[in-house]
C-alpha cells in the first residue's frame, strides 16, 4: 500500500503537464481544489468525521496556503514554463530534505550524520541534472522555473513544519477539506491577475481534472490515512525518495523527456541522498525495561 501512494503521488507532475495544455496552471489549481473541498466535506459528512475546533480553521487556514497554493502553484506554474515533469519531481523531491533541515533550526529536531550526508548528496544530485539541462538548448530549464520550484518547495516546507508544530490534532478529513478550500480561495486571486481564469473544458482539462481530484486530492489522502491507522508512516516516508525516479520514467514515456548521464547519475545521487535523509533512526531500548 504505502508503494501504491507513492506511484500514484508520483503521477501528478505528469497530470500538469497535461493539465497546463488548455488552462492556466493557477486556475487549473483554483478549479481543483473547490472540486476537492467540496467532495471531501460530503465524505466527512456521510462518515460523520470529526468536528472542527475553532483554533483549527486558522491553523488549516494557513497549512493550506502554503501546502497547496503555493507548493503546488510552483509546481504547476514551473511545468507550464517548460520544466521537464522528471526534473520538477526530483527537484521537489528534495522537499524532506529542506524540511528536516529546517525542523532542526526551528523545531530542534535531531539529523543523524547519515542525515547530514543525505542533505549534502541531495543537493548535488540535483545540481548536475540541473547543469546537463542547462546545457541543451531546449532543456525547458529558465530562471524564471527554477525560482517557481524554489518558491514551492518553500511552501511545502513552511507547511510541514506548520502542520508538524501545531496541526498533529487536527481532524483529517474535514481539516483538509478546508485546507483545500483555503488555498483555492487564494489560488482564485492569483489566477484573476496573472491569468484572467483561462480555463477551456478539452478532453486534456477534463482527464487531468478527474484525475488529479480523485485519485491524487482524493485517493491519496485516503490511502495516507489508512496508513498511518496502520502505523506506517514510517514506511511511507521512507519510500517518498522514489517519487523522482519513477516520475522521470513516466515522463520518459509520455512526453519524451530524456537525461544524460551525468543527469542519470545526478537522480540517483539525489535519491539515494533523500533516502539516507529520510531514514529514521531507532532509539536504543531502556535497558530498565528489557
Given amino acids: 500500500m504505502p508503494a501504491i501512494f507513492v506511484a500514484l503521488w508520483s503521477t501528478g507532475f505528469v497530470v500538469a503537464r497535461y493539465a497546463t495544455t488548455d488552462a492556466g496552471p493557477l486556475t487549473f489549481l483554483c478549479v481543483r481544489m473547490f472540486i476537492a473541498a467540496g ?3 460530503l465524505i466527512a459528512t456521510g462518515l460523520r468525521a470529526p468536528r472542527m475546533a475553532r483554533s483549527d480553521w486558522s491553523l488549516a487556514t494557513i497549512v493550506g496556503i502554503f501546502m497547496h497554493a503555493i507548493y503546488l502553484g ?4 514551473a511545468i ?4 521537464p515533469s522528471g526534473l520538477s519531481a526530483l527537484i521537489a523531491g528534495l522537499h524532506p530534505v529542506a524540511t528536516s533541515v529546517a525542523a532542526r533550526v526551528f523545531l530542534r529536531e535531531q539529523l543523524s ?3 547530514v550526508v543525505g542533505v549534502f548528496l541531495g543537493l548535488i544530485g540535483v545540481c548536475a541534472v540541473v547543469v546537463e539541462k542547462l546545457e541543451v538548448v531546449d532543456g525547458g530549464v529558465t530562471a524564471a522555473a527554477l525560482i517557481a520550484m524554489t518558491v514551492s518547495i518553500f511552501g511545502l516546507t513552511v507547511g510541514t513544519l506548520v502542520q508538524r508544530a501545531f496541526g498533529k490534532e487536527m481532524p483529517l478529513l474535514r481539516g483538509t477539506a478546508t485546507q483545500y478550500l483555503a488555498s483555492g480561495v487564494v489560488l482564485a486571486i492569483a489566477s484573476g491577475f496573472s491569468e484572467s481564469w483561462r480555463f477551456e473544458v478539452t478532453s486534456n482539462t477534463v482527464f487531468s481534472m478527474l ?10 489522502v485516503l490511502l495516507m490515512m489508512t496508513l498511518l491507522a496502520r502505523h506506517t508512516a514510517a514506511k511511507v516516508s521512507s519510500l517518498f525518495f522514489i517519487t ?4 522521470t520514467i513516466e515522463g520518459a514515456i ?4 530524456r537525461l544524460g548521464v551525468l543527469a542519470l547519475v545526478g537522480l540517483f545521487v539525489a535519491i539515494f541522498g533523500v533516502r539516507l535523509t529520510m531514514q529514521i533512526s531507532t532509539p536504543a531500548p531502556d535497558a530498565s525495561t528489557a
Avoid: C, N, Y
Wanted: net charge negative.
Fill in 80 to 83: 507550464d514554463l517548460g520544466l
Fill in 74 to 77: 510552483g509546481v504547476f506554474v
Fill in 211 to 220: 484525475w488529479a481530484v480523485v485519485v491524487l486530492s482524493l485517493g491519496a
Fill in 244 to 247: 523522482p525516479a519513477l516520475s
Fill in 39 to 41: 467532495l471531501l466535506w
Fill in 113 to 115: 550524520r547519515k542525515q
Fill in 254 to 257: 509520455l512526453f519524451d523527456e
